[in-house]
């Protein structure tokens, strides 16, 4: 397979670049004569406390990106540098979001939220209170004994943020988390976790594939292209904060959303 | 309530209907006795009955435990590695596929004709679903949680105890299930091929003295107390496991898995 020529992006040199993703490339060897290149050189910085968000339809290797990014798979070529360290193994500041739940049925809500505390063993009388100040902001409280089977689609998720954010890790990576939640729900879970986020700054890896959620989420859009995944272009997102539902009006919305519709087409994603 | 009274009508006509056709001129005692010959019977001499019973019973509590002690570990070792799993699931199946009977001779062979011999095959008959129970609940987990769970840095051990094994609770049981009923046929099928008490053997004895109530009574018997051990594991089950995992434990949710 031949490697199509993609040059790094880099960010705005006027931010710290906190996760820095140089040259990585990914080959999966599905058997002896048939691998699979799911990222072509992805290069770009992303600097810290911004919400990045990374659409592209399905199979572009946005899910492998995040696993690189994690450290939980190691990249064929290029490395994964975070806050100045190459990332080697799993690293453990990150907070984890899928688009399933993956609540354990067997726990309560708040079990639920306080498992990266019990795996890491730290105290858990400190964090028991962070834990149920989470699940109220986002509306959760009153559910916190709750098992999750008595939850819906959409507060299961929350629960699973709260999950993610108890350790206070610097870096969010959200793997298409709202794909299960439906429309309505979904766009407040989005406006939901850029208030969280807000209050405790992270920066944010967000996957998706719907272009209006990575418009009204972002900072700053990463459009992927299909087979091999690799960055057709980079979009800073001069949509005004604070974001709302309103933010969906606004010209500077649409646009976006017309432009990154163009690079797809350009790149007959779309036909 | 209606649907309780509902199965002790069908059980009833059920019943009648047997006492009917025994009581038939027609049909000789000794081809379908009525159940009350077979009360009678069995109300005869019950201290034999309960006697065999309890070897029996003895036998299979022993050969499913030792079943359970050894197809959790057999199971999550077979999960754990891949070495282990290319190892032991051949043979497994192997065994499986082995009718019960044709070992029971083997066994007479090497551990006798005491209750050792039928130990060893109520367990031998009921490794299998539990083993099989375990592999597949254990691998229910989805790899975005093993994911999950690494990124906090959780050791194999952690994920294993905190997520896996609790998680594969539901299925195991199931094993269980099957397995004690198994345990049971095993128990039996030894005391069959050469013993000198349970109630196999039992059932040979009235078997070779044309006692047909006796050997229903047995029959019957027997199955019942497979029916009381199925619910017994049945309640430990309720017991054991929290509320939420009695039904599965991943929840599949629209869209998911893709």
């Not at chain 2, 029959?219 to 995992?245: C, D, G, K, N, Q």
Request: aromatic share 8%.
């Amino acid at each position: 397979m031949k490697l199509a020529p993609a040059g790094p992006v880099r960010s705005p040199a006027s931010r710290k670049a906190f996760v820095e993703l140089e040259d990585l490339s990914m080959i999966y060897e599905a058997a002896p004569d048939s691998r699979l290149l799911a990222l072509d050189r992805v290069g770009c910085a992303i600097a810290e406390s911004e919400f990045c968000t990374i659409v592209g339809p399905s199979g572009c290797g946005k899910s492998t990106l995040l696993m690189l990014t994690a450290g939980l798979y190691r990249p064929s070529a290029g490395r994964v540098v975070i806050d100045g360290t190459p990332v080697t193994g799993p690293w453990h500041g990150v907070g984890m979001v899928f688009q399933r739940d993956l609540l354990l049925e067997w726990r309560t809500a708040l079990d639920n939220v306080l498992l990266p505390i019990e795996v890491k063993k730290l105290p858990r009388p400190a964090f028991e209170d962070r834990a149920r100040s989470l699940l109220r902001l986002v509306g959760l409280a009153g559910f916190e004994n709750a098992f999750p089977e008595q939850l819906s689609v959409g507060m299961r998720q929350r629960v699973a943020i709260c999950r993610a954010l108890i350790h206070d890790p610097r870096l969010l990576l959200m793997d298409e988390p709202f794909a299960a939640v439906d429309l309505l729900t979904r766009e407040k879970l989005g406006l939901d976790l850029l208030r969280l986020t807000d209050e405790h700054p992270k920066t944010v890896l967000f996957v998706t594939h719907s272009v209006e959620e990575a418009v009204l989420l972002s900072d700053e859009v990463l459009v992927f292209g299909p087979r091999p995944g690799r960055i057709l272009r980079r979009l800073e997102n001069d949509l005004p904060k604070p974001r709302s539902l309103a933010s969906r009006s606004d010209v500077r919305f649409h646009r976006l959303v017309d432009e990154i519709r163009a690079v797809f087409q350009a790149a007959g994603v779309l036909s | 309530m209606r649907r309780n009274a509902a199965v002790l009508v069908v059980y009833g006509v059920l019943l009648a209907a047997w006492a009917v056709a025994g009581s038939l001129p027609s049909v000789p005692a000794f081809i379908l006795p009525s159940p009350l010959a077979i009360l009678h019977r069995v109300a005869r001499d019950p201290g034999t009955l309960v006697f065999h019973s309890l070897v029996t019973l003895q036998e299979v509590v022993f050969g499913f435990l030792l079943a359970v002690l050894l197809g959790i570990p057999l199971g999550v070792l077979i999960v754990w590695s891949r070495l282990l799993e290319r190892l032991f699931y051949p043979a497994l199946v192997a065994l499986q596929a082995i009718p019960k009977v044709a070992l029971a001779p083997i066994l007479v062979i090497w551990f006798g004709f005491g209750p050792t011999s039928k130990v060893t095959l109520a367990f031998v008959t009921a490794l299998f679903p539990i083993v099989i129970d375990t592999v597949v609940g254990m691998s229910q987990t989805p790899p975005e949680m093993i994911h999950l769970m690494r990124s906090l840095g959780a050791s194999g051990l952690q994920i294993f105890t905190k997520v896996r094994l609790i998680a594969a609770a539901p299925q195991v049981f199931g094993g269980f299930k099957i397995g004690i009923t198994l345990a049971m046929v095993g128990a039996v099928v030894g005391e069959f091929i050469a013993a000198n008490s349970g109630l196999g053997y039992y059932l040979l004895i009235a078997n070779n003295a044309f006692d047909a109530p006796l050997l229903f009574g047995i029959v019957i018997l027997l199955s019942l107390l497979s029916v009381a051990l199925f619910y017994l594991i049945e309640l430990i089950e309720m017991l054991v496991l929290p509320r939420p995992l009695r039904r599965s434990a991943w929840k599949i949710q629209p869209g998911a898995g893709a």
